[in-house]
């Protein structure tokens, strides 16, 4: 079965950075892109980028250009997203989820159990 | 940015009811419109995607139509394991953007 497994939740300083994992089995791991979003706290969900397993530069949201890296390695079947400068809004849920359908287009089918970060001095 | 508006940002219904929830979109996505359900502490839960298509196991009572800028998503008759939040998201181009999120509620 599909499945997307995260890394445990992180509580870190501000201006530190944080990496999270996301560890796919159950599919092929390089036919389908992987996707981040997040969640603050009582807020909705807001897309970071997406990275395309099989090559390719990943895609950032305009807001979080600069502080977001998005990575793939094959042979372990793990996406990773690292946010750096981290400031207190950044407190949030983060998932990794897996992409379906045309190219970027498509939706979302299966999504990791989310990891929460806490940024706090 | 394609900016997602739902309507309304919460409601309260009984089971049994017939629910819709709108979503409008700031400009064409085609038909590139995904509802997703989100109970407290969960991820979300892909339920429709591309404006109509039922994804596997989600009940039948879940339906989604429209185009271009205007979406909806209903549910025919409300069951108890259905009060949730509910978001739409276009992913006509990114950055893929959901709307803010309909609380659905118990009357």
């Known amino acids: 079965q599909v499945q997307l497994v995260q890394s445990g939740a992180e509580v870190k300083k501000p201006g530190a950075s944080v990496k999270i994992s996301c560890k796919a089995s159950g599919y092929t791991f390089t036919n389908y892109y992987i996707h981040w979003v997040r969640q603050a706290p009582g807020q909705g969900l807001e897309w970071m980028g997406l990275v395309n397993p099989s090559g390719g530069t990943p895609t950032y949201a305009q807001k979080f250009q600069g502080r977001v890296t998005v990575t793939s390695d094959t042979s372990t079947s793990t996406v990773y997203m690292e946010l750096s400068s981290l400031r207190s809004e950044d407190t949030a849920v983060y998932y990794c989820?897996?992409?379906?359908?045309?190219?970027?287009?498509?939706?979302?089918?299966?999504w990791g159990q989310g990891a929460l970060v806490t940024v706090s001095s | 940015d394609i900016q997602m508006t739902q309507s309304p940002s919460s409601l309260s219904a009984s089971v049994g009811d017939r629910v819709t929830i709108t979503c409008r979109a700031s400009?064409?996505?085609?038909?590139?419109l995904n509802w997703y359900q989100q109970k407290p502490g969960k991820a979300p839960n892909l339920l429709i995607y591309t404006t109509s298509s039922l994804q596997s196991g989600v009940p039948s009572r879940f339906s989604g139509s429209g185009s271009e800028t205007d979406f909806t998503l209903t549910i025919s008759s409300l069951q108890p394991e259905d009060f949730a939040t509910f978001y739409c998201q276009q992913t006509s181009t990114t950055p893929h953007t959901f709307g803010q999120g309909t609380k659905v509620e118990i009357k």
């Open positions: 989820a897996r992409g379906r359908g045309v190219l970027v287009a498509g939706y979302y089918d299966y």
């Open positions: 400009q064409s996505i085609s038909r590139y």
